[in-house]
Protein backbone atom coordinates (compact mmCIF):
# COMPACT_ATOMS: atom_id res chain seq x y z
CA UNK A 1 0.00 0.00 0.00
CA UNK A 2 1.57 3.58 -0.90
CA UNK A 3 0.39 6.41 0.74
CA UNK A 4 1.09 9.62 0.19
CA UNK A 5 0.79 11.54 4.00
CA UNK A 6 2.28 14.89 2.45
CA UNK A 7 -0.66 15.09 -0.05
CA UNK A 8 -3.15 14.07 2.09
CA UNK A 9 -2.70 16.85 4.55
CA UNK A 10 -1.77 19.43 2.51
CA UNK A 11 -5.40 18.35 0.47
CA UNK A 12 -7.05 18.38 3.37
CA UNK A 13 -6.36 22.44 4.01
CA UNK A 14 -6.42 23.45 0.80
CA UNK A 15 -8.95 25.08 1.39
CA UNK A 16 -8.62 26.28 5.03
CA UNK A 17 -8.36 30.10 5.48
CA UNK A 18 -5.54 31.85 7.58
CA UNK A 19 -7.59 31.19 11.07
CA UNK A 20 -8.79 27.85 10.39
CA UNK A 21 -4.86 26.79 9.84
CA UNK A 22 -4.14 28.78 13.18
CA UNK A 23 -6.50 26.72 14.51
CA UNK A 24 -5.41 23.28 13.24
CA UNK A 25 -1.94 24.50 14.83
CA UNK A 26 -3.04 25.00 18.05
CA UNK A 27 -5.50 22.40 18.39
CA UNK A 28 -2.45 19.90 17.55
CA UNK A 29 -0.81 21.83 20.23
CA UNK A 30 -3.05 22.07 22.93
CA UNK A 31 -4.28 17.99 22.68
CA UNK A 32 -0.65 17.39 22.65
CA UNK A 33 -1.91 14.35 20.15
CA UNK A 34 1.11 12.17 18.58
CA UNK A 35 -0.83 11.35 15.51
CA UNK A 36 -0.61 14.91 14.61
CA UNK A 37 3.24 15.15 14.38
CA UNK A 38 3.26 14.40 10.64
CA UNK A 39 0.80 16.82 9.87
CA UNK A 40 3.24 19.71 11.71
CA UNK A 41 5.98 17.77 9.94
CA UNK A 42 4.15 18.76 6.40
CA UNK A 43 3.29 22.38 7.65
CA UNK A 44 6.73 23.08 8.61
CA UNK A 45 8.68 21.59 5.61
CA UNK A 46 5.86 24.00 3.44
CA UNK A 47 7.18 26.87 5.78
CA UNK A 48 10.89 25.83 5.44
CA UNK A 49 10.70 24.98 1.46
CA UNK A 50 8.79 28.84 0.73
CA UNK A 51 10.43 30.90 3.80
CA UNK A 52 13.38 33.40 2.60
CA UNK A 53 17.00 33.28 4.04
CA UNK A 54 15.77 35.66 6.63
CA UNK A 55 12.50 34.10 7.73
CA UNK A 56 14.79 30.66 8.41
CA UNK A 57 17.15 32.34 9.99
CA UNK A 58 14.50 33.53 12.48
CA UNK A 59 13.14 29.85 12.90
CA UNK A 60 15.91 28.41 13.49
CA UNK A 61 17.28 31.19 16.01
CA UNK A 62 13.78 30.28 17.99
CA UNK A 63 14.30 26.58 17.55
CA UNK A 64 17.49 26.74 18.92
CA UNK A 65 16.33 28.92 22.45
CA UNK A 66 13.39 27.22 22.51
CA UNK A 67 14.93 23.40 22.84
CA UNK A 68 17.81 24.70 24.78
CA UNK A 69 14.92 25.80 27.57
CA UNK A 70 13.43 22.60 27.10
Known amino acids: MN ?3 RSHII ?3 KGD ?11 S ?5 EITLPGMGVFFELVWKNAKQETKDE ?5 ESSVKAE
Request: proline share 0%.
Open 29 to 33: IQNND
Open 3 to 5: LDI
Open 59 to 63: ILSIL
Open 17 to 27: NKEALQSAIEE
Open 11 to 13: NNF
